[in-house]
């Protein structure tokens, strides 16, 4: 089982990186380890299947660089494989004059990466888009767009495969040894010997780093978005993507309308701390993993400065009257009888020893190494970009 490159992980990232390396330099042998038994199991699998702008990101900064080099890449890469997607744009609405000087700062900052399709909109010019939000102001964003993500990794498993690639799922890594030149990752069926392994472990990225390195200095930090559906009879109140303006100190979106390539309407998510890396639902506890999380000095911090935005989370969380509330400020009309439970998904949150929450994605790399320790949303809009810069830092190694 010898192989030029190993990657941990079968999500899009994983399988992008895996693609732009093999397209490169056929010669490798390359595997894909995947723990669960199909690719895009977790973050990719339960995300809301957005193309993003990259309206929010802060220029030159990886994730806008990236984000807006990997929307036209994955636009390519729908058309060449005949992916289903659709560029139906989207509102970043205010819902009061408070809101305005953000919702400026974002217009501006949309202008400076490079999106010069954007425009402001008028509480009437946005009723004519989307008749039935609360606004007083809004940005279009054209670029916007939907699509489905696990299509897109199951496409890319296939090209791989169909390279050379071996791909082998169920294949929980439990142990890495380096040695001068080269490494063996253990799962419990086999031993994988390599010259370079890359971590794209997402929720587990930090756990994986951390077979080799005790002094990583980043810890991942679950956080579960709970999602409802609108039902089927009033989906017409939203005609496509209803955001409102973020927290600029929070890195999340807050609760927000998804139209869904399906056809469905998709209204959140929140983000709540969760017990356990995988915690989908409420009652998921993992004691070991809560503790570590606990436990982590950064993170403390965070709670410390977030703790009323956390308990309003999770107040949204047990109440569904709640989390009604606040959609109801972007459209009056939802009604708590609209919303049905949908699927949750679970951020892999990159959080620092000071209590920074990375905003940016993060990357470092050792001898036998390349550790993707951050690649929060829009990682898969970026990925494809990501995979390439990712695939030419391996490329040098060889």
Known sequence: MKYDFIIIGGGIVGLAT?????????????????????????QTGHNSGVIHSGIYYKPGSLKAKNCIAGYQQML??????????????????????????ELDKLYQRGLE???????????????????????????????????????????LEELVKNQGVDVFLSHQVKEIK????????????????????INCAGLYSDKIAGLTNKEIDTRIIPFRGEYYM????????????????PDPNFPFLGVH??????????????????????????????????????AWPGFRKVMAKYWKTGMGEFYRSFSKAAFTKALQK???????????????????????????????FKIIEEKRAIH???????AATSSLSIGKTIAEMAAKRI
């Open 113 to 155: 990466n490079g999106l010069d399709k954007i425009s402001i909109l008028s509480a009437k010019e946005t009723k004519e888009i989307e008749p039935n939000v609360t606004a007083v102001k809004s940005i279009k964003v054209p670029y916007t767009g939907i699509i489905d993500y696990t299509a897109v990794c199951l496409k």
């Open 76 to 101: 390519e890469f729908c058309d060449t494989y005949e992916i289903p997607y659709d560029l139906c744009g989207k509102v970043i609405v205010a819902t009061s004059e408070l809101e305005i000087p």
């Open 18 to 42: 895996s693609w732009r390396l093999i397209q490169n330099h056929p010669e490798l042998k390359i595997a894909i380890i995947e723990k669960e038994n199909s690719v895009a199991a977790h």
């Open 178 to 197: 380096v040695f001068e030149n080269s490494a063996f990752v253990v799962t419990a069926q086999n031993t994988f010997e390599c010259k370079q392994y």
């Open 372 to 378: 993707i320790l951050n690649a929060p949303s829009p």
């Open 257 to 294: 309308f998804t139209r869904m390539i399906d056809g469905g309407v998709e209204a959140g998510p929140n983000a709540v701390f969760a017990f356990k890396r995988e915690g989908y639902h409420m009652s998921d506890v993992d004691a070991k993993e809560l503790f570590e999380s606990l």
């Open 230 to 245: 609108l039902k089927p009879e009033k989906r017409a109140l939203v005609k496509n993507l209803i955001y409102p303006v």
């Open 330 to 360: 972007l459209i009056p009309d939802v009604q708590e009888d609209d919303l049905i439970p949908a699927e949750s998904g679970v951020r892999a949150q990159a959080c620092d020893k000071f209590g920074g929450l990375i905003d940016d």
